[in-house]
């Protein structure tokens, strides 16, 4: 490989596994299972061993995912409730690290050889689960519980104290000879009954169900309304406390039955190994046996056991030495594929999804399994009748991995893929670049018509609540066709539906109402043009500032937009020269929705007009509040220092990377005290509650979205 072929690939994977991250540990909605997550993050890894000078801070190897829900200083809506909510953030005194983990027995032997060649002394092993939910941090100070933290970024967690209270398992109040300051770590989850009841729930009320456990356990934990998460059946396993947290055991295990002893929920599935022998033993039993437990597992962890070898093995930037997890293969089933539908998206593409004889794999009964597109049908051979393989990798999205060729009737007759649109019946069409097929009758099928009026409605664009049965519903009962036709709605109209009451009318169109106060650049996203993004809307509404002024853009000035290239220019063009677009535009601004972007504030001075500043490390107000001051008063903030940096703003513990980046171009490095005194007055603005971190915070990676919807990294 090249440099320039690594730095090209670096920086896809890169930009893949941040958004992949993101979907994980914020959505709590992953597209990928967590072994081709691993997979892209080895490859990464193998890259930047081979090119060192190109890892940079950025890079998903040197950080761990975040949970954060407020990472740019904005609150986020709630996926459930819709209302937006901020929690606030706390720097964690020990960074909170992930795990390195694998799924080859041969590297968890290298791993222990490893351990052996530093330590060059005998040592344990403490082998424990790896329980499949989300982390977090607890703080009991005088016995009673303080505070509780996500994981955040690694370095701050998002204060979840007040739900956690209501997590049945986890004391308030200790009991015994605890110490006066404890901080324990562990993983909340949610046992496999809870999580099938939860999603009866969801399913009665017309809610999306949660695709698995870890992803309800997660979202439970952020809710609104603590009395919720009480309902929620959460559970708490507890499996670490920090070695420097200053209370002192010889072992892991002595600390995890010390902890048990103050009434704390750890696990009874851990082991004590004297070999490496003993280890595999540990993860050959519950590799079958863990199917039995009554909550989701996706591995082993293996811990070096004498605290002082772990302080003397140390640490990496975002996982620990002395520690390592061994993952599952993803289960795999065997089942009859009974039948293959063709579904059509709102963009017209046809996908085919394979129709299984139910089958139990991962805690879950699976019955569907996409197939991607014609290509992959073709390339698995496969024939309605078949005996088929299916996984669930990292337990999440089921797949069709193979055919057992010999289970195969000697009549089975290859699927032909359809040349007419299965719900509308016009002609499909392919184009040379395209992996699918299309319905170009995106105006009369019904099934696009729904699917855009889904899009439309959906959390990231207008937020109401209100899923693909509802919408169903509606269009059956010729209600609603277009957007503008939801607005129109009469609650003697909702009311006239199979299963509705005047309580789920009500709460439609309060949520409908509340609608209208959405941004224009979410607007502009809700209206599903083909090819634009949140953050592709997002500029082209900052470009052009109303909808008018967008409707009226030539090709060449749809150009000039940032990011804008020209497949999206010919498809916000195209889209805007349809009359019906337009009439559709006119009836949504009849109903008050926002169509004028929000006018940017003056800055309060131009102290700062003209300069670039990028600023490390941590100071009397939170780094996004130092930003803001930056923006305030006209200065540029940026997240790497070039020649054209005009300061380098170092807080306390800066990033030395940084300051010998600065040393080097000769950017002048100034402190915060010297930056307030470039200001026409030093107040800072009023910041949510974060107290003075005690490590560097690592700089956020900026993104922007590419034409085909992917995430790019810079």
Known sequence: M?????????????????????????????VISDYDYDQMMKALERIEAEFPDLITPDSPTQRVGSDLENQAGEGRVNAESGIRKEFAQYPHRYPMLSLSNT???????????????????????????????????LNYRAGKLFRALTRGDGVVGDDVTENVKRIANIPQQLKGDYPADLEIRGEILMPYDAFDRLNKEREENEEAPFANPRNAASGSLKLLDPEEVAHRGLWCTLYHIPSDSGVTFETHDEALSAAARWGL????????????????????????????????????????????????????????????????????????????????????????????????????????????NEDQMNLLDIRVGDYVYVEKGGEIIPKITGVELTKRPAELKRPSFPTVCPDCGSPLVREEDEAKWFCVNS???????????????????????????????????????????????????????EGWKEKSAQRFLSSIEESKAVPFERVLFALGIRFVGETTAKEIAAHFGDIDSVMNATFEQMLEVKDVGEIIARSVV?????????????????????????????????????????????????????????????????????????????????????????????????????FMKLLPQSEAPVDQPVELDLFNQPEEPEYHQDADGSLLLF
């Open 574 to 674: 195209d889209f805007f020269s349809d009359e019906r677009h337009r009439f559709e535009i006119e009836r949504l601004k009849a109903h008050g929705l926002i169509f004028v972007s929000k006018k940017k504030e003056a800055p309060a001075s131009l102290a700062l007009e003209g300069k670039v500043i990028v600023i490390s490390g941590n100071f009397s107000i939170s780094r996004d509040a130092m930003k803001e001051l930056i923006t305030m008063h006209g200065g540029k903030n940026s997240s790497s220092i070039s020649g054209k940096t005009t300061y380098l703003l170092a807080g306390s513990k800066p990033g030395p990377e940084k300051i010998k980046k600065a040393g080097e171009l000769g950017v002048q490095i100034i402190d915060e005290a010297e």
């Open 265 to 372: 929920p750890v696990s009874d599935q851990r082991r004590i190994c004297h070999s490496i022998q003993e280890v595999e033993e540990y993860i050959s039993y519950w590799d079958t046996e863990r199917k039995k437990l009554p909550f989701a597992t996706d591995g082993c962890v293996i811990k070096v056991n004498e605290m002082a070898y772990q302080r003397a093995l140390g640490y990496t930037a975002k996982s620990p030495r002395w520690a390592v997890a061994f993952k599952f293969k993803a289960e795999r089933a065997l089942t009859r594929l009974n039948s293959i539908d063709y579904q059509v998206g709102r963009t017209g593409a046809v996908t085919p999804v394979a129709n299984l004889e139910p089958v139990l794999l991962a805690g879950t009964v699976v019955k569907r399994a996409s197939l991607n």
């Open 2 to 30: 090249t440099r320039e072929e690594a730095i090209r690939k670096i920086e896809d994977l890169k930009a893949t596994l941040w958004e992949n991250s993101r979907r994980y540990y914020v959505d709590n909605a992953p």
């Open 103 to 137: 799924y080859s027995i041969d590297e968890v032997e290298a791993f222990a050889q490893r351990a052996d060649k530093i330590l060059e002394t005998s040592f344990t092993y403490c082998c424990e689960l790896k329980f499949d939910g989300t982390a977090i941090c």
């Open 443 to 497: 105006e009369a099928c019904p099934k696009q018509i729904q699917g855009r009026l889904v899009h439309f409605l959906g959390r990231k664009a207008m937020n109401v609540i209100a899923g693909e049965a509802t919408i169903e519903q509606m269009y059956e009962m010729n209600l609603v066709k277009t957007p503008a036709d939801l607005y129109d709605l009469t609650k003697a109209q909702l009311m006239s539906m």
